[in-house]
């Protein structure tokens, strides 16, 4: 079993800042990479940063320089700094990972239940 828990959402204002993090543990034999996908209402889920173990990052078009994805040593904690945020940054944000179980030859995706993030005056 493996276990993605995300934290650090909550509520901002325009231009504030706020850093969500993600921890995965469980059963776990390898991670290729975690990253952050988030869905608004109405719209389509969508990425906004990842991260491989061996560091390489890819960023989706909405976060405009203004968020760095980071890991700690072991590549099973991520952490989202998101800064300047906008009202459009509003949505779930849910932790994602692709990740081989112990015992298992192949890699799955994992997901966190996710964290709600509201950017509003």
């Known amino acids: 079993q493996v276990q993605l828990v995300e934290s650090g959402g909550g509520w901002v204002q325009p231009g504030g800042s706020l850093t969500l993090s993600c921890t995965a543990s469980?059963?776990?034999?390898?991670?290729?990479?975690i990253g952050w996908y988030r869905q608004a209402p109405g719209k389509q889920r969508e990425l906004v940063a990842k991260i491989g173990s061996n560091g390489s990052t890819n960023y989706g078009d909405s976060e405009k320089g203004r968020f760095t994805i980071s890991s700690d040593s072991t590549s099973t904690t991520v952490y989202l700094q998101m800064n300047n945020l906008e009202p459009e940054d509003t949505a779930v944000y849910y932790c994602?990972?692709?990740?081989?179980?112990?015992?298992?030859?192949?890699?799955?995706?994992?997901w966190g239940q996710g964290t709600q993030v509201t950017v509003s005056s």
């Open positions: 469980g059963s776990i034999s390898r991670v290729f990479f």
């Open positions: 994602y990972g692709d990740i081989i179980r112990i015992g298992s030859s192949s890699a799955h995706d994992y």
